[in-house]
């Protein structure tokens, strides 16, 4: 009896593992402990992972094979590589550097095909198709090593862009031309070849970009609210897009990039819906395809005498060399840094899923024997160590750099202190959306979500319940894994509450929802927004929006004259240009030609790159002409500012009450920058307030010109 309990457990360890549990625990475990060992050597986690697939693989210890279970998860790797690489594209970086992506991909195509062909027809004395098959597959490259980049938060770098549009240019035109040796081959190369083949191409890109876009909309924003269905609508269309391509005639990879770029604009970079797509990735996906690159790894070949080892060596100095051409040749055109030149190269040297697809289809077709087919299988794996290497360093040098970088008008993110009173909870998503969005990544300080109860019979009652409340907001903001605190407070006046808190959390922006329409009484007194404007000198956002952030097209800003000289302008420029970038989507600029200058010239000095066009006329108070610029799925963002403000205007007063009444459709932000004013101490009481007079005389002549009003209406009657 006991012999047999003990033979059964010996029989579940029997090499190669058979059952599928202990197989996954053993994934996990090497997915779990393999960065982890080998970061005390210094040693990218990714390369941990290929050698633990060298070691459990069939070559190794054989303690796994690459069964079906094991080739569909490393399939999804792989499709989910090339898709979040074609998601984190900044595109309007890509459209701005669309020419050197052309530069870049020619490059890093032609200069291995053309040191590779010579070599492989001459040295090894491989025949003109074989030639032409190996050396192509030197020009393939696949981003093993983009998870890195992605883990330093360079993903934006224009070496990045460029080598991602590059990449696809190459693997595409690789596949491509992997298509016509293969019809070549097999004699298929006729006229009929060429239609099916450009039709389909151009079907694919319809449905790509044309109508999966809309039906992701659509899906967003009738399910706005189930977030799990988004994302397993987004990995259903990644798939599809795969086996689309693959019908198409080009490799799923090409699919899984086509995919991330059609969803690009509809997916945010600080989003939750991304937040949950890399973790699902890099946690689980992404390895599972790196430990099956090392299972593919046959070192035994070495073994197998001098050919092999010259095949093998051969191979990997021609890959390694090309491509380290091509991007310094890049690197030289366009005058990138020696860092951005590293990145390139480590971002385009490592092989995989396109030089295996190149590969297999000669070795199985016999255009190619074992050897090159092993030696390749070797590459492999030194093209990802040495990638993995390279951009890991590269990456790192560069976000130091990027750090020393001195900040502009004493801007300090490390201090930036968002906070966001509540009224309304059906409306604190968006608003927690747009903090996210904007809030800069380098601020140590957490987006604070307050709510004041009045100080009242029932005060504690209603404290604990706006405590509760608030939990569920807390779930919210955790899925972009950004820090939020709550606070409940009493005081016996809202907007004193709300004050009060801004300086007890020294929070630098108070970011509240849209006032409701008031009532005739309350037109007689100061409204809660009107008291926060006039008694703080922190930065107010107003925030009214008709839709979700995804939903808009265009970010329209109007800026005052002189906006450009507050204490406030490069903060708000800047929190505009990275919602832009978030949402991958233009600025439009309604301003005068010095503000004009002032923006571009900031925006320089900043340097931000954002798409940003300007209008050729402008009239602050004429919302009539700015109706002229304003589309319906625009996100209007009025600059206004304070009386005590250099760029004040009259035509401010009761700007909230204009724009409802111009855009009632439409998504509006109103912005009172942060000025230089010291708030007074005695600002929080309504009763002792040093502006109180000049307040008071304002309120009478408002007051006398609302009953006029009332009495010529009465007239009229």
Same mark, same amino acid.
């Given at each position: 009896?006991?012999?047999?309990?003990?033979n059964?457990?010996?029989h579940?360890f029997?090499r190669?593992f058979?059952?599928p549990?202990?197989i996954?625990?053993v994934?996990?475990?090497i997915?779990?402990?393999?960065p982890?060992?080998?970061?005390?050597?210094?040693i990218p986690g990714?390369?941990?992972l290929?050698?633990?697939?060298?070691f459990?693989?069939?070559?190794g210890?054989?303690i796994?094979e690459?069964?079906?279970?094991?080739?569909?998860?490393?399939t999804?790797?792989?499709?989910?590589i090339m898709?979040?690489a074609g998601l984190e594209?900044?595109l309007k970086e890509f459209?701005r550097?669309?020419n050197k992506s052309l530069v870049?991909?020619?490059l890093?195509f032609m200069i291995?095909?053309?040191?590779?062909?010579?070599?492989?027809?001459?040295?090894?004395?491989?025949?003109i198709t074989?030639?032409?098959?190996?050396s192509?597959?030197?020009?393939t490259?696949?981003?093993?090593?983009?998870?890195?980049v992605s883990?330093?938060?360079?993903s934006?770098?224009?070496?990045?862009a460029i080598?991602v549009?590059g990449?696809?240019?190459s693997?595409t035109?690789?596949?491509i031309?992997l298509?016509?040796?293969?019809?070549?081959?097999?004699?298929n190369l006729?006229?009929?070849?060429w239609i099916?083949?450009l039709?389909?191409l151009?079907i694919?890109?319809g449905?790509m970009?044309y109508?999966?876009?809309?039906?992701?909309?659509w899906?967003?924003?009738?399910?706005?609210s189930?977030?799990t269905?988004?994302?397993i609508?987004?990995l259903s269309?990644?798939?599809f897009a795969?086996?689309?391509?693959e019908?198409?005639?080009?490799?799923p990879?090409?699919g899984a990039?086509?995919? +991330?770029l @059609?969803?690009n604009?509809l997916i945010p970079?600080? /989003?939750?819906? =991304?937040n949950r797509i890399d973790? #699902? +990735?890099? @946690?689980?996906?992404?390895p599972f395809f790196?430990? /099956?690159?090392? =299972?593919?790894?046959?070192t035994s #070949?070495?073994?197998k005498?001098s050919?092999?080892i010259?095949?093998?060596?051969?191979?990997s100095i021609v890959?390694l060399l090309g491509?380290?051409?091509a991007?310094w040749?890049t690197s030289?055109i366009f005058k990138?840094?020696?860092?951005q030149?590293?990145?390139?190269?480590?971002l385009s040297?490592s092989?995989?899923?396109a030089?295996?697809?190149?590969?297999?289809?000669?070795?199985?077709t016999?255009?190619?024997?074992?050897y090159?087919?092993?030696g390749t299988?070797i590459?492999i794996l030194?093209?990802?160590?040495?990638?993995?290497?390279?951009t890991?360093?590269a990456?790192?040098?560069?976000?130091?750099s990027e750090?020393?970088?001195?900040?502009h008008n004493?801007l300090?993110?490390?201090?930036e202190?968002?906070m966001?009173p509540?009224a309304?909870l059906n409306?604190?998503?968006?608003?927690?959306?747009?903090a996210?969005?904007?809030?800069?990544?380098k601020?140590?300080?957490?987006?604070?979500?307050?709510?004041?109860?009045?100080?009242n019979?029932?005060?504690?009652?209603?404290?604990q319940k706006a405590?509760k409340?608030l939990?569920s907001?807390v779930k919210?903001?955790?899925a972009n894994e950004?820090?939020?605190?709550?606070?409940?407070?009493?005081?016996?006046n809202?907007a004193?509450?709300i004050?009060?808190?801004s300086r007890?959390?020294?929070s630098?922006?108070?970011?509240?929802?849209w006032?409701q329409?008031t009532?005739?009484?309350?037109r007689?007194?100061e409204?809660?927004?009107?008291?926060?404007i006039?008694?703080?000198s922190?930065a107010?956002?107003i925030?009214?929006?008709e839709h979700s952030?995804i939903?808009?097209?265009?970010?329209v800003?109007v800026?005052?004259?002189?906006?450009?000289?507050?204490h406030?302008f490069e903060?708000?420029?800047?929190?505009?240009?990275?919602?832009s970038?978030?949402?991958?989507?233009?600025?439009?600029?309604?301003?005068n030609e010095k503000?004009?200058s002032?923006i571009?010239?900031?925006l320089?000095?900043l340097?931000?790159n954002?798409?940003?066009s300007?209008s050729k006329?402008?009239?602050?108070?004429n919302l009539?002409l700015?109706?002229?610029?304003?589309?319906?799925?625009?996100?209007?963002?009025?600059?206004?500012?304070?009386k005590?403000s250099v760029?004040?205007?009259?035509?401010?007063e009761?700007i909230?009450e204009?724009?409802?009444k111009?855009f009632?459709?439409?998504s509006?932000?109103v912005i009172?920058p942060?000025t230089y004013?010291?708030?007074s101490k005695?600002?929080?009481?309504?009763d002792?307030n040093?502006?109180?007079?000049?307040?008071?005389?304002e309120?009478?002549?408002?007051?006398?010109k609302d009953l006029?009003?009332?009495l010529?209406?009465?007239?009229k009657?």
């Open positions: 009896m006991t012999s047999d309990f003990f059964q457990i010996a579940q029997e190669p058979q059952n549990v202990l996954f625990a994934i996990l475990f997915i779990l402990l393999s982890i060992l080998l970061r005390k050597l210094k990714i390369i941990g290929i050698i633990s697939g060298v459990i693989g069939p070559h210890l054989k796994l690459q069964d079906s279970a094991v080739k569909l998860f490393s999804i790797g792989l499709l989910y898709f979040i594209l900044d459209e550097n669309k870049f991909g020619f890093t291995p095909l053309v040191i590779g062909f010579p070599v492989c027809y001459y040295f090894l004395d491989y025949s074989a030639s032409l098959l190996i192509s597959m030197f020009s490259h696949t981003m093993v090593s983009y998870p890195i883990k330093f938060g360079i934006k770098n224009e070496a990045v080598t549009g990449t696809i240019l693997d035109t690789v596949l031309l298509a016509i040796i293969k019809g070549s081959n097999s004699g006729s006229l009929s070849f099916q083949l039709t389909s151009a694919f890109t449905i970009f109508v999966i876009p809309k039906i992701t909309a899906f967003f924003q009738k399910l706005e189930e977030k269905s988004h994302y609508f987004v269309v990644v798939f795969a086996f689309l391509a019908i198409a005639g080009i490799e990879i090409i990039f086509i995919a +991330g @059609a969803l604009k970079y600080s /989003s939750a819906l =991304m973790f #699902i +990735g890099n @946690a689980i996906f992404i790196l430990i /099956s690159v090392g =299972m593919l790894v046959d #070949i070495l073994l005498g050919t092999a010259i095949i093998v060596v051969t191979l890959a491509k380290w051409i991007a040749v030289v990138y840094s020696a860092d030149r590293k990145l390139i190269f480590g040297s092989r995989a899923a030089a295996l697809a190149v590969i297999m289809v000669g070795f199985q016999k255009i190619i024997g074992e090159a087919l092993n299988i590459l030194i093209s990802c160590l040495i990638a993995s290497l390279v890991e360093n990456s790192r040098r560069i976000l130091t750090k020393d970088e001195p900040l004493n300090s993110w490390e201090d202190h968002i966001m509540i309304n409306n604190m998503e968006l608003l927690l959306e747009l996210v969005f904007i809030r800069n990544k601020s140590s300080n957490p987006i604070t979500i307050l709510s004041v109860v009045p100080n019979e029932e005060a504690e009652k209603n404290l405590r409340n939990e907001l919210i903001a955790s950004t820090k939020v605190n709550i606070i409940a407070t009493i005081d016996h809202i004193g509450g004050i009060r808190s007890e959390i020294m630098d922006t108070i970011m509240i929802g006032p329409k009532k005739l009484i309350e007689f007194i409204t809660k927004i009107s008291l926060i006039s008694r703080t922190k107010i956002y925030c009214h929006f952030l939903g808009h097209k265009r970010l800003v800026c005052p004259p002189l906006g450009e000289l507050e406030g903060i708000w420029l800047t929190r505009i240009s990275k919602l970038k978030e949402l991958s989507i233009n600025i439009f600029c309604y301003c503000s004009k002032e571009v010239e900031h320089k000095k340097k931000i954002v798409a940003i300007f006329e402008f009239d602050l108070p009539d700015l109706s002229k610029y304003i589309l319906p799925e625009d996100l209007l963002i009025y600059i206004a500012a304070r005590t760029s004040h205007d009259n035509c401010m009761s909230q204009k724009l409802e111009q009632a459709s439409t509006k932000i009172y942060r004013h010291v708030d005695y600002n929080e009481y309504g002792i040093p502006d109180s007079i000049n307040q008071g005389l309120r009478v002549q408002k007051i006398g006029g009003n009332l010529k209406r009465d007239h009657g």
